[in-house]
């Protein structure tokens, strides 16, 4: 993950903070509202609380992923705390993330007023059906503006947004796969001093 430290900006206090999680309604449609209010509701408004995405996974059909699979999902920097699970909606495969994690070498480097903070950090990985147009309207809706910056990391189109006060850095990520592929990637962490 890149870190954008400069990007201090009128998003901080939105995306630095937990979203407050409101009754949401899931869209009824298999489409991009409905994906990222799965993303609102079981990431964004739980971090930093890593027990809070765990609760939220708690409800629904949610299969936990275990032992040799969950290895796939471990972030870079050694995990304190991991968790994985599958779940189903409207026949399509989705699977939800949420690690803590302490900030690696080059983060501290580049960061260094959160090198003693920590991580926490959530994602959705959804059938990436929808134009990359349409999720990132609707993200655009639920973060208030553009992202902060665009770039292609190997097969996937990176749309960023990051926001910072003095105790918390987010970063929030929306992946799109750059030709037509199966999985995209919503994510979302949070750099906290205790």
């Not at 903070?17 to 993303?39: E, G, I, K, S, Y």
Request: some cysteine.
């Amino acid at each position: 993950m890149r870190v954008y430290a400069r990007h201090a900006c009128s998003l901080a206090a939105t995306l630095a903070l937990a979203w407050p999680l409101h009754a949401q309604r899931l869209p009824d449609a298999q489409a991009p509202a409905r994906v990222v209010t799965m993303f609102n509701v079981f990431c964004l408004s739980q971090l930093p609380d890593l027990n809070g995405v765990t609760r939220a996974a708690g409800f629904g059909e949610f299969a936990p992923i275990t032992g040799a699979e969950l290895e796939q999902y471990r972030p870079q920097e050694p995990a304190e705390e991991l968790h994985a699970w599958r779940f189903h909606d409207s026949s399509a495969e989705y699977v939800l993330t949420a690690a803590r994690t302490k900030p690696n070498a080059t983060f501290k480097k580049e960061v260094p007023a959160f090198a003693n903070s920590t991580n926490v950090a959530c994602s959705l990985m959804f059938p990436a059906t929808a134009p990359e147009d349409a999720m990132l309207k609707e993200l655009l809706a639920l973060l208030g503006r553009a992202p902060d910056e665009t770039w292609d990391e190997g097969q996937m189109r990176v749309h960023a947004w990051s926001g910072q006060t003095d105790r918390l850095m987010s970063h929030v990520q929306y992946m799109a796969p750059v030709k037509a592929g199966p999985t995209g990637v919503l994510s979302a962490s949070t750099y906290v001093k205790y």
